[in-house]
C-alpha cells in the first residue's frame, strides 16, 4: 500500500480564529457578540437568509449586533393552495415561517425581503429528487437546496443588491489556513451542520457568515429569548419542506403540481424524456402569481413576474421581485392570516411585502392525482436470484428499507439492492447490509484541493451517524474510494460521504456504490 499522505494532520489544533471547546462544551451564559471568524470581519452589508426560525433569528441578532448593517431575505421555495392550515407541522418554508422572519426583522429593525424562487426550487430541488428515486437512489434534498438556492441564488441575489455577505443559521465556522478557507465543525457536536455543508466552494466560503458556530443551542435560544424575539422557543423543522410528513412515496405517487402544472408539464421526464414546453423562465417570470392575501394585505406582490431587464434585481426566471418593506409598523393596515399573529406593528408587517393569507395554506406542494412514467410494481429476489415476491415500485424503497416488503418468515427481510433497469429489488437479511467500501462521485474537496494519495479520515455516511474511520483513495477517473476500517451498514446509493479530518472538512461527494465485505 503507498505511504498515508495526510495534508492536514489529523486532530490537529484548530486554525487562529477558532474556538478551541470540546464536543460537550457548556452552554453558560448566552454570549454577547460574534466570536470566531465572523467576529474579525469588517460589518459590512449583510444578506441573512431568514427561515422563519430560531437559528436565522439568532444569527440577524448578532451580526446587528456587532454592528453589520444586515437585512433578512426570506426565500420563497413552495407554492401552496389555500384553505388548509400548517398549525403544529414541524417543517419549513410556510407562510407562517415567512410571517415570523418577517416578525423578526421587525424587532431587530432590519428590512425584509422576500424572494420568488418556486421555479428555481422545482427544477433544480424537487425534480432531482424525484429523479433519484426513479433511479434507485435515496438523495438528500436538504444538500441540494444549500447548493443551488442558499449558496447560489441567494448569493447571487445578494450580489445584485449590493450585500458584501450573506449569513446563514447553519451550525458550521470557517477559518482560515493560509490561503486556502476551511469549513470546520459547530462547537455545539449535537448541533453541527458541516455535513449538509460539504459541497461549498472557496468563493462560497469566502462569501458566507456562520455566526452562530461558535455558540450552543442553548445560547441560541436564551439569545433570542432575551431579545424578546418570538422565535426563540419555536420547534425545529425536522422534515423537508416539500415532504413535510416524511411519506416520499406518497408524495412521488400524488404526482403534484409544480410552477408549470403536473410533474411531467413544462419539466424533463424520468428518463430525459418529458413533455410541454413550459417555457424557458428567463424573459418573463411565472411563479409569483398564486401568493395572495386579503385585498387587504396584499401589499406590491402584483402576481405574474415581469419582464426581465439587467440590474433588476426583482426579475429574472423566478418572476420574483425584491420586496423590500419599510422599517415598522403597516399604516396600510396589514391583512393578518385567520387564526392570528398578532398586531402588524408587533410583527413587524411591511407596506409593500408579501400580503398574507386569508388562511394558513397546506403543507408540501399539491396536485391531483398521479403523473405518468412511475414504474409499476415488480419482483423482489432473495440473494441467488430466485423471485419470492412482488413490490410496489422501486421508487418506494430504499437500501436497508424494511417495512413495506410484505414478506413472510421467521427473519426480517431488509432491501439490499435497488435495480431500476429490472425494476427489481434485492433483499436479504440485516447481515447483508454490511459493506468494507463505498465508491463516490461528485467529488467536492474543501481543505485541499486535490488528493495526492490516500488519506486516513473520519467518514459519515449519513447526517445524523458518528464518523467512522476509513481509508480515502482518490481514483484516476476523479471519483475516490473509501474503505471503512469498520463494515458498515445500509450505504445507500444517493447519499453524500463526507470526510472529516478532526474537525475540519476535507470534503466528500455522493455514493454511487458499494463494496463486498
Same mark, same amino acid.
Given at each position: 500500500?503507498?505511504?498515508?499522505?495526510?495534508?492536514?494532520?489529523?486532530?490537529?489544533? &484548530?486554525?487562529?480564529?477558532?474556538?478551541?471547546?470540546? $464536543?460537550?462544551?457548556?452552554?453558560?451564559?448566552? !454570549?454577547?457578540?460574534?466570536?470566531?471568524?465572523?467576529?474579525?470581519? *469588517?460589518? %459590512?452589508?449583510?444578506?441573512?437568509?431568514?427561515?422563519?426560525?430560531?437559528?436565522?433569528?439568532?444569527?440577524?441578532?448578532?451580526?446587528?449586533?456587532?454592528?453589520?448593517?444586515?437585512?433578512?431575505?426570506?426565500?420563497?421555495?413552495?407554492?401552496?393552495?389555500?384553505?388548509?392550515?400548517?398549525?403544529?407541522?414541524?417543517?419549513?418554508?410556510?407562510?407562517?415561517?415567512?410571517?415570523?422572519?418577517?416578525?423578526?426583522?421587525?424587532?431587530?429593525?432590519?428590512?425584509?425581503?422576500?424572494? +420568488?424562487?418556486?421555479?428555481?426550487?422545482?427544477?433544480?430541488?424537487?425534480? &432531482?429528487?424525484?429523479?433519484?428515486?426513479?433511479? =434507485?437512489?435515496?438523495?438528500?434534498?436538504?444538500?441540494?437546496?444549500?447548493?443551488?438556492?442558499?449558496?447560489?441564488?441567494?448569493?447571487?441575489? #445578494?450580489?445584485?443588491?449590493?450585500?458584501?455577505?450573506?449569513?446563514?443559521?447553519?451550525?458550521?465556522?470557517?477559518?482560515?489556513?493560509?490561503?486556502?478557507?476551511?469549513?470546520?465543525?459547530?462547537?455545539?457536536?449535537?448541533?453541527?451542520? *458541516?455535513?449538509?455543508?460539504?459541497?461549498?466552494?472557496?468563493?462560497?466560503?469566502?462569501?458566507?457568515?456562520?455566526?452562530?458556530?461558535?455558540?450552543?443551542?442553548?445560547?441560541?435560544?436564551?439569545?433570542?429569548?432575551?431579545?424578546?424575539?418570538?422565535?426563540?422557543?419555536? &420547534?425545529? *423543522?425536522?422534515?423537508?419542506?416539500?415532504?413535510?410528513?416524511?411519506?416520499?412515496?406518497?408524495?412521488?405517487?400524488?404526482?403534484?403540481?409544480?410552477? /408549470?402544472?403536473?410533474?411531467?408539464?413544462?419539466? $424533463?421526464? $424520468?428518463?430525459?424524456?418529458?413533455?410541454?414546453?413550459?417555457?424557458?423562465?428567463?424573459?418573463?417570470?411565472?411563479? =409569483?402569481?398564486?401568493?395572495?392575501?386579503?385585498?387587504? =394585505?396584499?401589499?406590491?406582490?402584483?402576481?405574474?413576474?415581469?419582464?426581465?431587464?439587467?440590474?433588476?434585481? @426583482?426579475?429574472?426566471?423566478?418572476?420574483?421581485?425584491?420586496?423590500?418593506?419599510?422599517?415598522?409598523?403597516?399604516?396600510? =393596515?396589514?391583512?393578518?392570516?385567520?387564526?392570528?399573529?398578532?398586531?402588524?406593528?408587533?410583527?413587524?408587517?411591511?407596506?409593500?411585502?408579501?400580503?398574507?393569507?386569508?388562511?394558513?395554506?397546506?403543507?408540501?406542494? *399539491?396536485? $391531483?392525482?398521479?403523473?405518468?412514467?412511475?414504474?409499476?410494481?415488480?419482483?423482489?429476489?432473495?440473494?441467488?436470484?430466485?423471485?419470492?415476491?412482488?413490490?410496489?415500485?422501486?421508487?418506494?424503497?430504499?437500501? %436497508?428499507?424494511?417495512?413495506?416488503?410484505?414478506?413472510?418468515?421467521? /427473519?426480517? !427481510?431488509?432491501?439490499?439492492?435497488?435495480?431500476?433497469?429490472?425494476?427489481?429489488?434485492?433483499?436479504?437479511?440485516?447481515?447483508?447490509?454490511?459493506?468494507?467500501?463505498?465508491?463516490? %462521485?461528485?467529488? +467536492?474537496?474543501?481543505?485541499?484541493?486535490?488528493?495526492?494519495?490516500?488519506?486516513?479520515? %473520519?467518514?459519515?455516511?449519513?447526517?445524523?451517524?458518528?464518523?467512522?474511520?476509513?481509508?480515502?483513495?482518490?481514483?484516476?477517473?476523479?471519483? #475516490?474510494?473509501?474503505?471503512?476500517?469498520?463494515?458498515?451498514?445500509?450505504?445507500?446509493?444517493?447519499?453524500?460521504?463526507?470526510?472529516?479530518?478532526?474537525?475540519?472538512?476535507?470534503?466528500?461527494?455522493?455514493?454511487? @456504490?458499494?463494496?463486498?465485505?
Amino acid at each position: 500500500m503507498p505511504p498515508i499522505h495526510n495534508p492536514i494532520p489529523p486532530g490537529r489544533t &484548530p486554525p487562529p480564529g477558532t474556538s478551541g471547546a470540546p $464536543p460537550d462544551a457548556p452552554s453558560g451564559s448566552p !454570549s454577547p457578540a460574534l466570536s470566531g471568524a465572523a467576529a474579525r470581519e *469588517s460589518p %459590512g452589508r449583510v444578506l441573512v437568509a431568514m427561515s422563519g426560525g430560531v437559528d436565522s433569528g439568532c444569527a440577524a441578532l448578532l451580526l446587528k449586533r456587532a454592528g453589520w448593517d444586515a437585512a433578512g431575505a426570506t426565500m420563497k421555495l413552495l407554492d401552496y393552495p389555500a384553505g388548509a392550515d400548517c398549525a403544529g407541522r414541524r417543517s419549513c418554508c410556510s407562510r407562517r415561517d415567512i410571517e415570523d422572519a418577517r416578525a423578526a426583522c421587525g424587532k431587530l429593525d432590519m428590512d425584509h425581503m422576500v424572494f +420568488n424562487f418556486t421555479r428555481s426550487f422545482w427544477e433544480e430541488v424537487v425534480v &432531482p429528487f424525484r429523479e433519484d428515486y426513479l433511479a =434507485g437512489r435515496t438523495p438528500n434534498p436538504c444538500i441540494l437546496c444549500n447548493r443551488r438556492m442558499k449558496f447560489a441564488r441567494l448569493r447571487e441575489r #445578494a450580489g445584485i443588491l449590493g450585500f458584501r455577505k450573506i449569513a446563514t443559521g447553519h451550525y458550521a465556522r470557517i477559518a482560515r489556513d493560509g490561503s486556502r478557507l476551511l469549513l470546520l465543525k459547530a462547537r455545539d457536536r449535537t448541533k453541527d451542520q *458541516s455535513y449538509v455543508l460539504y459541497a461549498m466552494t472557496q468563493e462560497e466560503l469566502g462569501a458566507v457568515l456562520f455566526p452562530l458556530g461558535d455558540i450552543t443551542k442553548a445560547e441560541t435560544r436564551a439569545l433570542c429569548s432575551e431579545a424578546g424575539l418570538e422565535v426563540a422557543m419555536k &420547534p425545529e *423543522s425536522q422534515d423537508i419542506c416539500f415532504v413535510p410528513d416524511g411519506d416520499y412515496a406518497g408524495f412521488l405517487a400524488a404526482g403534484p403540481a409544480g410552477p /408549470e402544472g403536473r410533474w411531467n408539464e413544462g419539466l $424533463p421526464g $424520468p428518463r430525459g424524456g418529458g413533455g410541454g414546453t413550459g417555457g424557458e423562465g428567463g424573459e418573463e417570470g411565472q411563479g =409569483g402569481g398564486d401568493w395572495q392575501g386579503s385585498e387587504e =394585505g396584499r401589499g406590491n406582490w402584483e402576481g405574474q413576474g415581469r419582464e426581465g431587464k439587467a440590474g433588476d434585481p @426583482g426579475a429574472g426566471r423566478d418572476g420574483d421581485r425584491a420586496l423590500l418593506g419599510l422599517r415598522g409598523a403597516d399604516p396600510a =393596515g396589514f391583512g393578518s392570516p385567520a387564526g392570528g399573529y398578532g398586531k402588524p406593528a408587533e410583527r413587524g408587517a411591511t407596506a409593500g411585502d408579501v400580503g398574507a393569507a386569508a388562511g394558513e395554506a397546506a403543507c408540501g406542494l *399539491s396536485g $391531483p392525482g398521479p403523473f405518468a412514467g412511475l414504474p409499476g410494481p415488480g419482483d423482489i429476489l432473495a440473494k441467488d436470484g430466485k423471485v419470492i415476491g412482488r413490490h410496489g415500485g422501486v421508487w418506494r424503497y430504499t437500501v %436497508g428499507q424494511r417495512k413495506g416488503l410484505g414478506l413472510p418468515g421467521p /427473519e426480517p !427481510s431488509y432491501v439490499l439492492r435497488i435495480d431500476p433497469v429490472r425494476n427489481s429489488l434485492t433483499v436479504g437479511g440485516y447481515g447483508d447490509l454490511a459493506s468494507a467500501s463505498a465508491l463516490v %462521485g461528485d467529488l +467536492n474537496l474543501i481543505s485541499v484541493g486535490e488528493l495526492q494519495g490516500p488519506m486516513e479520515i %473520519g467518514c459519515k455516511i449519513r447526517y445524523r451517524q458518528p464518523e467512522t474511520p476509513a481509508l480515502l483513495e482518490p481514483l484516476a477517473d476523479g471519483r #475516490a474510494l473509501v474503505t471503512f476500517r469498520t463494515p458498515q451498514t445500509a450505504v445507500a446509493p444517493g447519499q453524500a460521504a463526507v470526510f472529516y479530518d478532526g474537525e475540519i472538512v476535507v470534503g466528500g461527494g455522493t455514493i454511487l @456504490g458499494t463494496g463486498p465485505l
